[in-house]
């Protein structure tokens, strides 16, 4: 991937995409299910996803991430925290395939209410474990979002989150 030219690169990328994804979880039914959207746009068009999208500078990750899942979803959820960070390469199978490397911050968010609604993004639906195993069985489910949600509900151990800020200090001129 190292040595893909940059016109055969998604979107002729120099270094990694900062994206987040969220697991949005409820229990409907008195089953856990997990929000998925179906992608309309590449990478990945048609395949079932966890919702998210580009980290726009200046955001915060909680910004980024309830802003994407709210902008295709329309929920208004809650951060809880920092779940993994995936580092994600993208490699050509095709002569006609792009390339691509994404920095992924899976982020664990709540949602007890609302409807979620099908967006300008994609399809949105609820699906439980045994309907993500076989999503992902047919190859309907990006590969590592799949992932992603295993390891979440394997409960594995969320990883330190902390935001700050910081100003640039101007340096003294010595005269």
């Not at 959207?37 to 395949?47: T, V």
Request: aromatic share 8%; glycine share 8%.
């Amino acid at each position: 991937l190292k040595a893909l030219p940059r016109h055969k690169r998604w979107q002729q990328q120099g270094y990694p995409v900062a994206s987040v994804v969220a697991i949005v979880s409820r229990v409907i039914g008195g089953v856990e299910k997990y929000l998925l959207i179906q992608r309309k746009k590449e990478p990945y068009s048609g395949l079932w996803a966890l919702p998210g999208g580009k980290w726009d500078f200046g955001e915060s990750l909680a910004e980024a991430v309830l802003r994407e899942v709210n902008e295709e979803t329309g929920l208004q959820p809650s951060f809880s925290n920092l779940l993994a960070i995936v580092n994600c390469r993208l490699l050509p199978r095709a002569q006609q395939d792009h390339g691509g490397h994404f920095l992924l911050f899976a982020c664990a968010l709540t949602a007890p209410f609302g409807a979620a609604l099908e967006q300008k993004e994609g399809t949105v639906a609820w699906f439980s474990a045994h309907e993500l195993d076989q999503i992902k069985a047919t190859g309907l489910m990006v590969p590592t979002d799949y992932l992603i949600l295993d390891r979440h509900r394997q409960r594995a151990p969320a990883i330190s989150y902390i935001e700050a800020e910081n100003h640039r200090r101007r340096r003294r001129r010595r005269d």
